[in-house]
Each structure stands twice: as C-alpha cells, then as structure tokens.
C-alpha cells in the first residue's frame, strides 16, 4: 500500500475526500493542543473487499512510546480501527483505490523540548514512508 500522511490542525474525510485546516506542520506547544492525522492510503486492487487493519502510535525519538497520564496511570497513545473498501463500478481493473482518513487527536501532555513520531502500520506492517515526526517546543 502507499500512503501520504500530513500534521494538520484540523480534518476531515468527507466523500473520499480530505478536507485539511492548518496543515502542513512539525513544531507545536509546549503546551497541550488539538492535532490531526491527515491520511490518504492508496490501496492496491488485489487488496480491495478484505478487511485491514491500521494502528497509530506515538513514540519518542528513542522509538519508545509516549506515555501520557490516564486514570488508571501512565498509558502509551495509541488509535487503531479498521477499513475495507470495494471496487467502484466503472474504474479500471487494477487500479488503486483512494482511502483517505482523518484521526483527530485532543490535546495531549507531551514533553516540551522533545520530538515525537506517529508510526502507522497496516495489518501488522510498518513502511520508513509512514512515520510523521514533530518536534515540541521547550518551555519558556
């Protein structure tokens, strides 16, 4: 599969669309504000009408996950679902179709002066492509 994947402020998937605001970005904080995981994944026609499945996870520039507090103590940040999509009538044999995915993210505690990375992987792999690094700014 390809993917693109993009920071934004805000999205949204709306009729195989990605409607973006403030995107584009990697430096954010120190404090604690809303951000979006654009996504548009190219898949491939053999692997139409079978169900995948993607995780998100964030991590450190250590490649450890990001742990932020929870009730139930410290937890690693992780978004997960699923997807299927069919082959639409009228487009070629063999052509990719279009899945664009929008995760909307609250404001997280992260560490001012450090660097995350959301890593995607789909159905248990991981591409060096899919990764989205931004830094945090230290505190003032």
């Known amino acids: 599969m390809r993917v693109a994947m993009l920071l934004a402020d805000a999205a ?3 009729g195989g669309k990605l409607y973006v605001l403030g995107g584009g970005w990697s430096v954010t904080g120190p404090g604690p504000s809303p951000m979006a ?4 994944i190219d898949v491939p026609w053999g692997q139409t ?3 995948h499945r993607w995780v998100l996870d964030l991590v450190d520039q250590d ?3 990001v742990l932020v507090p929870a009730s139930s103590g410290p937890e690693p ?3 997960s679902g699923e997807f299927q999509v069919g082959r639409p ?3 070629a044999e063999g052509t990719p ?3 664009p995915l929008a995760i909307s993210v609250g404001p997280l505690p992260l560490p001012p002066g450090t660097r995350c ?3 995607l992987s789909i159905d248990g792999v991981t591409d060096p492509n899919w990764r989205l690094a931004f830094d945090i700014r230290p505190a003032s």
């Open 12 to 14: 949204q998937a709306v």
């Open 37 to 40: 995981i654009a996504i548009k």
């Open 49 to 51: 009408d079978v169900r």
């Open 63 to 65: 490649g450890r996950p």
């Open 77 to 79: 940040v992780h978004i």
């Open 89 to 91: 009538s009228g487009v």
């Open 97 to 99: 179709i279009d899945l």
């Open 117 to 119: 990375v959301w890593q």
